[in-house]
């Protein structure tokens, strides 16, 4: 004979049960507390990592072409012998996205302190119809320096010398490459933001727009004889934390320090 379950009894164990679901389900929703951007971080050359290989994923808002990209979140995986592909997980505070701005993920591989791996493009990301799931390839930084596209992509730079000659105290110009294509910066006085074009160790700059302020005489030339500079500049040279750029008609080349993040 089979059983009968009576009516407040069989009411007691679907309420059970219910609860039992949406206990699971809370579970599920909350395993990843605010927003998640998830993917995998790879490459093409048949190589092993490093053991002391470090993997860098870093969200970035990449909506103004003027500044350095603001870095949204970042998080670091450690191969320890693994290949790739190599699974991430970057949680990010959705309160700091706002859905008409534009994000990218970005990844580095570094060892012994050195870029080894990077991404050479913009891996747009949750907003404006982009996915929160993304297959991340990186290419060689060559000589292990990251010289070439690679190596300049998401970098900031302080000029130090102005092709021979020394720039003024305490005023800073600087030379960022928060995109890729894009240029940005402090010219001495004014922020400026334009296009560049690098290919090997060759190095082109397109028309660069600038805000309008005026400052000191003294700035606003060497301001005025940077920005002539770059336009003229030909190829450059990457050396761990400096940055030199040759100019056409200059006896020597723009140099730069690294900024740090």
Request: glycine residues 10%.
């Amino acid at each position: 004979m089979r059983a009968r379950l009576s009516y407040p009894m069989a009411t007691l164990l679907g309420l059970v049960l219910v609860g039992c679901a949406t206990g699971g389900a809370h579970v599920s929703q909350t395993a990843d507390k605010g927003g998640v951007v998830r993917g995998t971080v790879t490459y093409r050359e048949r190589m092993a990592l490093p053991p002391d290989a470090v993997v860098e994923v870093r969200l970035s808002d990449v909506s103004r072409q003027d500044i350095a990209a603001p870095v949204i979140a970042e998080t670091t995986v450690l191969p320890e012998g693994r290949e790739v592909p190599l699974p991430f997980k970057l949680q990010y505070d959705p309160s700091r996205i706002q859905p008409d701005r534009t994000y990218a993920v970005r990844a580095t591989i570094r060892s012994a302190g050195r870029m080894i791996f990077t991404t050479d493009a913009a891996y747009h990301v949750i907003t404006k119809g982009n996915p929160t799931q993304v297959e991340l390839w990186l290419v060689r930084a060559a000589d292990g320096l990251g010289s070439g596209k690679s190596g300049l992509l998401g970098t900031s730079w302080r000029l130090e010398d102005l092709g021979g000659a020394a720039v003024l105290d305490r005023v800073e110009a600087t030379l960022e490459f928060p995109d890729t294509g894009k240029v940005a910066g402090s010219g001495s006085c004014n922020r400026f933001f334009g296009s560049v074009d690098i290919s090997g160790e060759s190095v082109k700059f397109g028309s660069l727009g600038s805000t309008r302020k005026a400052c000191a005489e003294a700035v606003m030339n060497q301001e005025g004889e940077y920005f002539k500079a770059l336009q003229d500049a030909e190829r450059f040279r990457l050396d761990g934390s400096i940055l030199l750029i040759y100019i056409r008609g200059m006896a020597k080349p723009l140099r730069f320090v690294r900024k740090e993040p």
